[in-house]
């Protein structure tokens, strides 16, 4: 095998990483890094045809946590509970995950990352469970390394495949969570209380969405970590 041989070989994929202000973003970073990933933040701002080209750049899609998403996205006046939006950050992901839909890139998102995609493929969202609902803490008051709660996983679907479980513990931070899921998707987790804790794709070989924050728990978890290692290897693909 001769060095451009070599070079092609060990070429990693290229991630697109969500830009945010928050631990996520950098945690996120590192664990596509230790699986095997090439990570590429990606900024905000730009034109449609600056989304298009990253779309197509990159080899895959991470999707990261952060603030609320703005409800006018899936035809809704703000809820009293909705918190802080960032408007720029939702015109851009939520751009750049259609365009990654269009292309059957893989997609993997995370906590914010999981609203996004729902919105971007058409469903919506409880814009605050704790008013909205009733149930389980979500919001758990704990380190972030700590799994609060229990998942109940659909037998044969990618992320039972990739778990190797129908139950498992995973950490919890948010306040909203999808409500009705786009067309095209399938409830694949969920928690105790019936809160949607992941949907994934019936048409692409690699869309899936968790609630939780893996990228905080990769340090620990063994699920976590099979979570990123499983995307990367879609996006190898």
């Known amino acids: ?105 893989p997609i993997f998102a995370i906590c914010r990352g999981i609203q996004v995609l729902n919105i971007a493929a058409g469903g919506s969202l409880y814009q605050d469970i704790e008013r909205q609902c009733e149930g389980i803490q979500h919001r758990q008051q704990a380190p972030a390394t700590y799994l609060a709660h229990t998942v109940d996983v659909k037998a044969g679907s990618l992320l039972h495949r990739i778990a190797g479980e129908e139950q498992f ?31 994934e794709s019936d048409s692409h070989p690699f869309v899936l969405g968790v609630q939780w924050h893996p990228e905080t728990s990769a340090a620990v978890d063994e699920i976590s970590r099979k979570l990123f290692e499983a995307f990367i290897q879609a996006c190898k693909k």
């Open 1 to 105: 095998m001769d060095a451009e041989q070599a070079a092609v070989r060990q070429r990693k994929p290229v991630i697109g990483v969500t830009s945010s202000q928050e631990d996520g973003a950098v945690n996120s970073t590192e664990c596509t890094l230790r699986a095997g990933g090439l990570p590429l933040i990606v900024p905000l701002g730009g034109e449609m045809h600056d989304i298009v080209q990253y779309a197509e750049l990159i080899d895959g899609l991470l999707l990261t946590g952060g603030a609320d998403v703005d409800p006018f996205y899936y035809g809704e006046e703000p809820h009293r509970g909705l918190g802080r939006i960032t408007p720029e950050r939702d015109r851009l992901e939520i751009r750049l995950t259609q365009e990654c839909l269009r292309l059957k890139k």
């Open 169 to 199: 513990r995973v950490n919890t931070f948010h306040h909203q969570a999808v409500n009705k899921p786009a067309a095209g998707f399938t409830v694949a987790a969920t928690a105790k209380d019936g809160i949607i804790e992941a949907i």
